[in-house]
C-alpha cells in the first residue's frame, strides 16, 4: 500500500497526506511537536496548487501496477508543465502534487493548462481507467524551513482541491481577486464555504475546467439554467459509415427523450432544439449556453454486421465533468428490441446519474447559499444515513426547502417519510401520531404534484402504520403506474402484501426494491420484511439466516434481533437463543410488547410463540 493510501485509510485527505509525508521523509518517525525555529523562519506570499485524482484509491485497489504506471505516466507530462509556469514541486505524494508558484497568474494557468491535457489524455481511455486530477489554489502568507513549507496558505489549498470536481479548479477567493482582471477564464462563484481546520469562511469560486475565452457580450446569447436539473439529449453520431443507420441512433436518442420527459423534477430541452447539433463538432459548453441546461446527453452508434455497438456519456456541461457512460454491445436479432433494450437501460440510468451529481454538488455548497432544490437534495443526503442524528438534520433541509419554494411538492414527500420513521425506529410521538402526520405531508405533496410517485409511496407508508393494509397497496400501485421504477413503491406495496398474507407476491416487490435501490437507507427494513415472510411461511431456517445478515449488517436496528431470536427459538437453538440477547440492543423487543396496528393477531402470536421457545419473557 502507498503512503498516500495509508493515511487515508486513517482519515486524513490528500493534503494532510502530503504534510504527513513530509514529516516521514528522510527517516523521521514522528511529527515534531514544534514548529521551525526562528532562525530558520522565512515568510512569502506565494501562490499554492494542490492537486490529487479523484478515485485513486478505487484505482489502486482494481489494478496496482497499471495504475502505478499510468500515474507515473501522467506526471511525466504535467510535472514539466509546472516548471514551464513557473512553479517549483513542493511535494509528490502517492497521487498528490503540492507546488508553489511566485505568481498566482502563472498557477491558475498552469491548472487549466493540467486538465486540459489530462482530458485530452483520458480520450483514449475507457471511463473505468481514467485519471481526472481535483485542483486547488490558493494565494496566502507562507513559512519556508529549507524544503518544508507550512501554514494557511497550503491547508486552503489543500481543502479547495477536496472540494474541486475531477477534472474541475477551485480557487479561493483571495486567488480570484488577483486574476479575475488578467485572464479571460469564466469563474462561478460558489460562495462561502467552511473547510476542514479553517476558522474563516473561504469564498470559493470554480474556473471553467477547458478554460473558456469569454466571448464578448454580443457574440452568443447565453440562457440562465432553470431552477431544477436540466439536460439536452444530442442525436446519437453514426460511426458504420452507413447513411442508413442513422435513423437507428435518432430513434433511440428520441426515445430515451421521451423517456427522461416523464420524469417531472427534470427539465429536459425539446428534440427540436437538441437535434439542432447534428453533424456538428459539439462543445457541451456551447450546447450548456446555447439552450441552458446543466447536463448534456452525448452517444454514439457503430454497427458492424449483425452485430452493434452503442455508447453513452452523460456530461456536466457547466464544468465538462464526465458524471456517467457506459457501453451496450448487442447481436441484431430484432433492431426494434434491441433498440427498447438499450433505450431503457439508458434512460432508467440517467435519472439516479443526475440525482447523485445533485447532491455532491449541492453538498459543496454552504447552507445559506442553498436554493429550495439543492436544500431537498441535501435533505435526501442525509436522509440516506437513516439514523435519528441525520434524520433531524434531514428535516431541517426539507423544512428550508419548503420555505424557499413553497409549490416544491418533493420536500413534503421527504418530511412525510421522516414523519413515519422517527415514530416508527425512535419513538419520538406515538406511531399513529406519526402516521397522520405522515399522511398529512404526503397528501400536500399530491396536492402540490398529483404525478409524485414517491409521495404516493410515503401516502401508502403512513396509512400502512395505520393498518390499512390494502388501501397502502393501492396506493403504491397508483404511485407505480406513475414511475415503474420507484423503488419505494415497490418496497412499501411488498410490506403491504407480506403482512396482508401475500407472502410471494410481497417478497418479489421486496426484491424489486431492493433491486432499484441497493445501498438506499430503506434497505435495512426490506431485508427485514423479507425474513418476517419467511418467518410466516414456517420457513424458519431461512428466515434466521435473512435476520443475521440484517444484524450484521445493521447491528443497531432492533428488530431485525427480535425475528431471529423468534426463528432461533422455533428451531429449539438455545444456546444460540441466550447468547443473542446478551447483545442485542435495548429495545428489541418494543414491538413484541406493543402490537403494531399492521400486525395480525394470528401472526403476532405466532411471533410471540418463538420468543418464548427462545427464553423471552414479557
Given at each position: ?423 416508527f425506529l425512535f419513538q419520538t410521538t406515538s406511531l399513529s401520531e406519526g402516521a ?22 410515503h401516502l401508502g407508508r403512513a396509512i400502512f402504520h395505520m393498518g390499512d393494509l ?149
Amino acid at each position: 500500500m502507498l503512503w498516500n493510501d495509508g493515511w487515508r485509510y486513517l482519515g486524513a485527505s490528500s493534503g494532510e497526506c502530503a504534510s504527513l509525508l513530509r514529516y516521514i521523509g528522510g527517516g523521521d518517525e514522528t511529527m515534531p511537536s514544534e514548529g521551525p525555529r526562528k532562525d530558520q523562519l522565512d515568510r512569502k506570499l506565494a501562490a499554492i496548487l494542490a492537486a490529487d485524482i479523484a478515485g485513486y484509491s478505487a484505482l489502486m485497489e482494481a489494478n496496482e501496477e497499471a495504475t502505478v504506471r499510468d500515474l507515473k505516466a501522467h506526471q511525466a507530462v504535467v510535472f514539466p508543465m509546472i516548471a514551464k509556469h513557473g512553479g517549483h514541486i513542493i511535494d509528490t505524494a502517492g497521487d498528490g502534487i503540492l507546488a508553489e508558484f511566485p505568481s498566482v497568474v502563472n498557477a491558475v494557468e498552469c491548472a487549466v493548462a493540467v486538465q486540459k491535457v489530462m482530458a485530452e489524455r483520458n480520450a483514449s481511455i475507457p471511463m473505468e481507467r481514467q485519471m481526472r486530477y481535483r485542483i486547488g489554489v490558493n494565494l496566502g502568507d507562507v513559512i519556508h524551513d529549507e524544503q518544508r513549507v507550512y501554514g494557511d496558505g497550503v491547508n486552503i489549498a489543500a481543502r479547495l482541491e477536496g472540494i474541486a470536481e475531477p477534472g474541475g479548479v477551485c480557487i479561493s477567493g483571495e486567488a480570484f481577486a488577483h486574476v479575475q482582471r488578467k485572464l479571460q477564464f469564466q469563474f462561478v462563484d460558489m460562495g462561502e464555504h467552511q473547510l476542514k481546520n479553517i476558522t474563516a469562511s473561504i469564498r470559493v469560486y470554480r474556473v471553467d475546467s477547458a478554460g473558456h475565452v469569454l466571448s464578448t457580450p454580443q457574440a452568443r446569447t447565453t440562457l440562465a439554467l432553470p431552477d431544477k436539473p436540466s439536460i439536452a439529449v444530442l442525436p446519437f453520431t453514426n460511426l458504420s459509415g452507413d447513411p442508413d443507420q442513422e435513423y437507428f441512433g435518432d430513434g433511440i436518442a428520441e426515445d430515451i427523450l421521451t423517456d427522461l420527459a416523464k420524469l417531472r423534477w427534470l427539465f429536459v430541452i425539446a428534440r427540436n432544439s437538441s437535434f439542432t447539433f447534428r453533424g456538428k463538432a459539439v462543445d457541451v459548453r456551447n450546447v450548456s449556453r446555447e439552450l441552458g441546461v446543466r447536463y448534456v446527453l452525448e452517444g454514439s452508434v457503430r454497427r458492424a454486421g449483425n452485430r452493434i455497438r452503442v455508447t453513452g456519456q452523460l456530461i456536466d456541461a457547466t464544468t465538462g465533468a464526465h458524471v456517467w457512460a457506459s457501453r451496450y454491445d448487442r447481436n441484431l436479432a430484432d433492431i426494434f428490441a434491441v433498440q427498447d433494450e438499450i433505450t431503457a437501460a439508458i434512460a432508467s440510468a440517467i435519472g439516479p446519474a443526475i440525482i447523485d451529481a445533485e447532491q455532491q454538488r449541492a453538498l459543496r455548497k454552504s447552507a445559506e447559499h442553498l436554493d429550495a432544490w439543492e436544500a431537498y437534495h441535501r435533505g435526501l443526503w442525509q436522509l440516506e444515513m437513516d439514523n435519528r442524528k441525520h434524520l433531524e438534520l434531514a428535516r431541517n433541509f426539507f423544512e428550508k426547502s419548503t420555505v424557499l419554494d413553497p409549490t416544491f411538492a418533493a420536500p413534503y414527500a421527504g418530511l412525510a417519510r421522516i414523519a413515519s420513521r422517527m415514530a416508527f425506529l425512535f419513538q419520538t410521538t406515538s406511531l399513529s401520531e406519526g402516521a397522520r402526520t405522515s399522511e398529512r405531508l404526503a397528501r400536500q405533496a399530491l396536492a402540490l404534484d398529483p404525478g409524485l410517485a414517491v409521495a404516493y409511496a410515503h401516502l401508502g407508508r403512513a396509512i400502512f402504520h395505520m393498518g390499512d393494509l390494502e388501501g397502502c397497496i393501492q396506493h403504491c400501485d397508483q404511485g407505480l403506474s406513475l414511475d415503474g421504477n420507484c423503488a419505494q413503491a415497490h418496497g412499501n406495496k411488498g410490506g403491504g402484501l407480506v403482512f396482508a398474507g401475500r407472502r410471494a407476491e410481497g417478497r418479489q416487490s421486496l426484491r424489486t426494491s431492493l433491486r432499484l435501490d441497493p445501498r438506499g437507507p430503506a434497505r435495512v427494513s426490506k431485508m427485514l420484511e423479507i425474513a418476517i415472510s419467511q418467518y410466516f411461511d414456517g420457513d424458519f431456517d431461512l428466515c434466521a439466516e435473512t435476520s443475521r445478515q440484517v444484524v450484521r449488517q445493521y447491528p443497531d436496528y432492533g428488530s431485525s434481533y427480535r425475528f431471529l431470536l423468534a426463528s432461533l427459538g422455533q428451531l429449539g437453538r438455545q444456546a444460540e437463543c441466550e447468547a443473542l440477547m446478551k447483545i442485542a440492543p435495548a429495545g428489541y423487543d418494543y414491538y413484541a410488547r406493543h402490537r403494531p396496528p399492521w400486525f395480525g393477531l394470528k401472526d403476532f402470536e405466532h411471533m410471540l410463540e418463538g420468543l418464548r421457545k427462545a427464553g423471552w419473557s414479557e
